[in-house]
């Protein structure tokens, strides 16, 4: 089976980009503790961009959200090749041709799994029948009647015990003696026939529902004990699989999973794309240069994956791996900050920053620091354990006085560009407020993906976001006021490069604003989101100026980055 991918299967002509890595792949070595790294590079975002076209024009993955992987390898003798992985099953099956298989150890316990499987699917049927009884129709159906009959008993007898209230005060005014004490007899009685009748309604509706809701109750216990069976076969085959996998990294070392995560392994550790790949290379003499993952298919269930959108390592079954995976491969370039004696933090010169750093530092004082934030990574951690990586997780690592960072503003995911952040609470405020206030000038460049014909204009739609389609905004017009002004810098080919100065700061705005049709009707190019279907390697969205009143000094701070395309 061919596992080793030439490039050309996947992308021609490429010219190799000088820009950053996107996104490192990292772990601390359990030997050395020493920090290890592959990059997410604009070559590898390539081929993986030509991967997703080949799942959307063949259908591979028939629907089903998934994460996908490329690693981009170099031979003993320096030529370069693509290997591939899917997490999980791929359509129900694990070894898929053209895919790298799964990692070892499943073979050991490929018929207890099977059997589990079998007995899984079992009692999958069987809690579907027990949800299906065709008790529970009838009693949601009989229930329904009685609850409207009692409803319309209770309104006649409300009405008659008012007529008797009335009839009362009458009687009490117009007759004496035994008259009086005989018709107020006879209301009490009706009182008391109604009494019955509603004690005689509610002993049929029992009679009628409770044997349908002891059966319903039964069937609701054995589905509880058949999920908790369910969870213990699961829980066994898990233990089962996870002894059996092995992993090996680079220097030739081999741990199976329990010993690399001894306590609370997540359920899946071991069949992600990541793991899958690098145990690949390193059992068959393969040195990694470049990986990317990414979703495609349907939304997860959370609804924090998107298709087409690169993601990182997982906090719970990838990351742990990481350091033992990488072990072997040669450390990468020292991190771009580092203190002077007395613990003052400066930038790095650019040779020492290296090719491989990806914060560049705009601007920074006691109080404030600036980054150019490349595309792919995040603000600020997201909510999931899975999206912690971000500018200022990564400044909380590497800053001394990390703790107390905050960022001012954000900036989209896939957004690069200048974002701001404050070093104490008082500055914070300050910016947070000029923000608020809309004082801040902001200034982002950006590719259409077409050819504008007008050449400035004001685009004022308001907007909200969309419930049932996270993160997805879209215009209402009950939505939040959002107003953005736009001037086209040049016409390139079949794009259009324009300048944007939002006034507002809503989600997504620039991006919407430019896709819907009462906007510009074209897409930022690389925009998957809304609808651009260009094989491009990052969205064409980049905040270029800042300028804003410094919160301490009080001068005027203009904050300026070269566009990156």
Known sequence: MVFLHQLSDFIDNYTVSNSSPSYYYQGRSPEGGELLRLPRTSLVEAIAHNLMQHLAQNDLHCGEGKMYGILLVELPLGEQRVIKAFSGLLNGNSIVEGWVPPISGRDEVALEEARTLAELEAIKQEIITLK???QRQQY?????EFDIKLVSLSDRHQNYKQQRHEK????????????LIIALEQLDEESRQQKIERRRFKRQQDEALHPLKSIIETADIQIRE????????????QTQMHAAYTLVNFLGQSKCLQQLIPHN??????DCCAPKLLHYAATHNLKPLAMAEFWWGASSVNQDKIQGEFY??????????MGFLLSGLRPNPPTPLRARSGGEIYPLSLQERGRGEVLPIV?????????NKPPGLLSVPGRYRDRQDSVVTRLRNLLPDGDTLTSVHRLDQETSGILLLARDRSSHRQLSQQFQQRQIHKVYEALLSGLLTIDEGV???????????????QVDECGKFSLTHFQVIAREKDYTRVEFIPITGRTHQLRVHAADVRGLGMTILGDRLYGCNAVVNRLYLHARELRFQHPQTRQTVHLQTHTPF
């Not at 392994?265 to 071991?270: A, R, V």
């Not at 990182?312 to 791996?321: F, H, I, N, S, W």
């Open 312 to 321: 990182g390592a997982c906090l719970e079954r990838c990351q742990p791996l």
């Open 265 to 270: 392994l997540p359920t899946g550790t071991g």
């Open 363 to 371: 601007y920074e004082d006691e109080w404030l620091i600036a980054v």
């Open 132 to 134: 299906q009884l065709p």
């Open 168 to 179: 009362r005060q009458i009687l009490c005014e117009t007759l004496t003696g035994e008259a």
């Open 140 to 144: 949601e159906t009989l229930k329904s």
């Open 459 to 473: 685009i004022q739609l308001p907007l909200s976001a969309d419930l049932q389609n996270r993160p997805y905004q």
């Open 226 to 237: 058949l999920k908790q069976q369910r969870k213990q076969l699961s829980r066994q085959l």
